[in-house]
């Protein structure tokens, strides 16, 4: 038994820069995931191949398995990923309603690109192997198995938020994209709450959802907690802020991480709580994304212009409250602020799962996690200080509540996550959903012998 894995991003990419010829490894934690998977079961990876030299390995044999690239030309690329995938359904799946943009032909270049994934899987399939599509930019992919002839089990991971069906109702083309992903045999999701959302907007949008109920799953993807806590990142150099308490967090450049509200709970506490002028330091890195887009652009400015402001208003000579640093940061590195702070400030506005507050907590030794109760890790992490980060002043106290915090409640909460992230790590996710795709396999084999196999 071997698995087709569809995913938009490839875990490798061929890149030239200056001259030479570089091979990037994608690290998120779902590739890290699959590439385990891969390595272990074999089979092929279809993805698309973004980087500038891809198309010269379009297969790519990696021995166990092989990368199967899918190749787009540049108006692909922009109607695709991004016009619809990041200019209509990423804004619609976090609920920015304002930065929606509808465009029939953004949805016919998605549509025309996933045609090309499934032409490419259809070539490489093999009847042994389960499909695992990934994601957003993909929805349309298991409905064109279907439509082609396609038996194989076929499992559906969605990684982001899924709204309320009266909201995903805004979608012209809604009805269509669910009835694919419900053509699946498993679809899974990383919270109950996306998982009730989906059903709700089935059965506003198509009907009866008494089949699809049994193909539901909430399966939180963990992380490599074994890579965090052996690894022997050095801590941060603290002779500028000794005897400060450190605060900090990391984030791509994105409107839904909740930013420059972040900024305006620290200017918050500085004046709820003026004691603590000079007894903190909040390192916040933000790593670039959609350079190219203006109102990232515009979104980078506005937040350097709060720091800015928040800074000459606090400081001092000797002393900022907020050390901002705009740029990628090794894994090692990384590690070494988890390990060094004192608490983690992880508040987006909304999110689909959030790694960051699960890899601080396998790495930490004495922090204190803060995390966003819209970001889908919080219903995993019961033991930290759970926030809306809409509200300033429940953020900044909260911050306060986490400098105050003894010894013991900080080790009892950090001790309770840790737990959580070790037994339900990245491993555990894809074993879980292996698990069941395997038994759904067999029981499809049984069916076909008898002749009686059906789609719903």
């Not at 570089?22 to 890290?32: L, S």
């Not at 540049?74 to 929606?100: A, C, M, Q, V």
């Not at 940061?329 to 988890?338: E, F, K």
């Not at 292996?434 to 076909?448: K, L, N, P, Q």
Request: proline share 3%; aromatic share 12%.
């Amino acid at each position: 038994m071997s698995y087709l894995i569809v995913t938009s991003r490839c875990p490798i990419t061929h890149e030239q820069s200056k001259g030479k010829e570089t091979v990037k490894e994608n690290v998120g934690g779902v590739a890290t995931a699959l590439r385990k998977l891969m390595q272990r079961e074999g089979g092929v990876w279809v993805c698309w191949g973004d980087g500038n030299l891809d198309s010269n390995y379009e297969v790519e044999d990696l021995g166990k398995y092989k990368i199967v690239r899918v190749i787009l030309n540049r108006t692909e690329k922009e109607g695709f990923y991004d016009e619809y995938s990041n200019g209509t359904l990423w804004p619609l799946f976090h609920y920015f309603r304002d930065r929606i943009k509808m465009s029939h032909s953004a949805f016919k270049a998605y549509r025309a690109v996933n045609e090309k994934f499934a032409e490419k899987i259809s070539k490489y399939i093999e009847n042994d192997m389960i499909v695992w599509i990934h994601d957003y930019q993909l929805t349309l992919v298991p409905g064109m198995l279907r439509e082609k002839g396609i038996e194989n089990v076929i499992v559906f991971t969605w990684h982001i938020p899924w709204v309320a069906g009266e909201f995903f109702a805004i979608l012209p083309e809604s009805a269509q994209m669910i009835r694919s992903i419900a053509s699946s045999d498993l679809v899974t999701f990383h919270t109950e709450v996306y998982l009730k959302n989906f059903l709700n907007s089935y059965r506003m949008l198509v009907g009866d959802s008494s089949e699809l109920e049994k193909k539901l799953m909430a399966l939180p993807l963990g992380i490599d907690d074994a890579y965090y806590r052996m690894r022997r990142g050095k801590k941060m150099k603290r002779e500028l802020l000794e005897g400060k308490k450190i605060i900090f967090s990391i984030d791509r450049l994105d409107y839904t991480k909740g930013l420059t509200n972040r900024v305006l709970a620290i200017e918050n506490l500085l004046k709820r709580y003026p004691e603590y002028v000079g007894r903190f330091v909040y390192v916040m890195i933000v790593t670039p994304s959609r350079i190219t887009v203006p109102e990232y652009a515009m979104m980078k400015r506005e937040l350097e212009m709060t720091i800015g402001r928040v800074n000459g208003e606090f400081g001092s000579i000797s002393w900022f409250p907020i050390i901002y640093m705009y740029r990628k940061i090794s894994d090692r590195a990384l590690v070494s602020y988890y390990r060094s702070a004192d608490v983690a400030l992880i508040t987006p506005l909304i999110d689909g799962l959030n790694l960051v507050s699960k890899e601080f907590v396998a790495a930490s030794h004495s922090g204190v996690l803060i995390i966003s109760k819209f970001a889908g890790s919080a219903y995993d992490l019961k033991d930290a200080l759970i926030v809306n980060p809409n509200d300033i002043d429940q953020v900044a106290d909260s911050i306060v509540a986490a400098f105050r915090m003894t010894k013991e409640e900080i080790m009892r909460r950090l001790e309770n996550m840790k737990r959580e992230v070790s037994e339900h790590n990245l491993f555990w996710w894809t074993a879980q959903i292996s698990r069941v795709a395997e038994h759904i396999m067999g029981e499809r084999s049984a069916e076909r012998n008898q002749g009686e196999i059906r789609y719903s």
